[in-house]
């Protein structure tokens, strides 16, 4: 992130495990959202091309932890075939906060989601539909700090 990033302070953290609870080691969490505005680099020309992108290793423990900035809602793209869909059927085209991530292990099947806030703005009525109960996230205030931390641990199949 930029040296001065806008947004909420948000560490991000937890532990990958496998389906019997085993810590998954060296577990790789890549993760990529919007900033404060709601701009993602490499489509934002204003932004530097890996702004809020990274790729993070776990721990022996399967524990990873990442330091970031909320994410703002954001509009999809209103143009081409998808915006004139939105259009035609009169929906909005806003999408809640949310972090996109991919997590993988040696041996165990990528997952690829999204998570969102609690309490956001169109967490009920996301246009893509892709909000479930079980990837909403509910952060709460890091005490002497002006940011926020929540934890959230995932769990891989194996391949
Ligand atoms: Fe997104």
Not at 109 to 136: C, M, N, R, W
Request: aromatic residues 8%.
């Amino acid at each position: 992130m930029r040296s001065n990033e806008a947004g909420v302070p948000l560490l991000f953290q937890g532990q990958v495990r496998a389906g019997d609870g085993a810590a998954l080691a060296g577990a790789i969490v890549e993760i990529w959202h919007a900033d404060d505005e709601g701009f993602y680099s490499q489509f934002a020309p204003s932004l530097p091309e890996w702004n809020l992108r990274g790729t993070v290793v776990a721990d022996d423990q399967g524990n990873y932890s990442i330091r970031t900035a909320q994410p703002a809602p954001y509009q999809a793209p209103a143009d081409g075939s998808c915006g004139r869909l939105i259009r035609a059927a009169g929906w909005h085209a806003r999408r809640p906060a949310h972090l996109h991530l991919k997590v993988s292990a040696d041996g165990h099947h990528l997952v690829t989601t999204q998570l969102y806030f609690k309490g956001g703005s169109h967490v009920a009525d996301d246009i893509a539909s892709a909000v479930k109960p079980e990837l909403i996230l509910d952060p709460t205030p890091v005490s002497d700090s002006t940011g926020r931390e929540v934890t959230y641990d995932f769990v891989l199949d194996k391949a």
